[in-house]
């Protein structure tokens, strides 16, 4: 037998290997209480930079799943940017490397106040699996301040979500 007929014959057998689909009133209540708590505090919806600093690319996986035909958070109007100077958040993950410190200093210069840093991943918040690495930082905060911090392995979207909503919380009242 073919190794892709074992493959085929397995996921007929005991089902696909993935994870069950997030719970759509859970993405909605969610999305939409960040969406509210940020139209609160800075007159508009979210807008976010994702800004990779070293990552092995498991957490982009997560955050791009934010946009996937699951979640599709953009229609809560939570956006993702390609400039930090259209964007209200940094969303860093990775170690930050040696070689990405300058680069993330500087996406947090150019991203206009007020401006808040999430640590997305064990990574991003101390250098998680790379921690004492040569070529690593072992943290965004040792480059930038940091207002929250989602730890996980990847975190899960809705890990994300929530971390996105306590920061709302955490700045509401704030300028
Ligand atoms: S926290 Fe885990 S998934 Fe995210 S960058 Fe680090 S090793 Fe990769």
Redesign the pocket.
């Known amino acids: 037998m073919t190794p892709l007929l074992k493959l085929l014959l397995r996921a007929l057998i005991k089902g696909p290997v993935t994870e069950a689909a997030p719970d759509k009133q859970d993405v909605k209540a969610l999305a939409d209480q960040i969406d509210g708590k940020a139209m609160a505090k800075l007159g508009r919806s979210l807008v976010v930079r994702a800004v990779d600093a070293g ?5 982009e996986l ?1 955050i791009h799943a934010l946009c996937n035909p699951l979640y599709d958070i953009e229609r809560f109007g939570i956006h993702f940017a390609a400039s930090p100077r259209h964007a209200d958040l940094l969303l860093v ?3 930050v490397a040696r070689n990405m410190a300058e680069a993330l200093r500087r996406t947090y210069d150019a991203t206009p106040a007020p401006k808040f840093v999430v640590a ?5 918040i101390d250098g ?3 921690k004492g690495g040569y070529a690593t930082l072992d943290g965004v905060d040792k480059v930038v301040p940091v207002d929250m911090r989602v730890p ?4 899960k979207p809705n890990d994300i979500l929530k971390a996105l909503l306590a920061l709302m919380d955490k700045v509401s009242g704030k300028s």
């Open positions: 990552s092995c690319n498991g957490c997560e993950t990775g170690p997305m991943g064990d990574c991003a998680g699996c790379f996980g392995c990847p975190p």
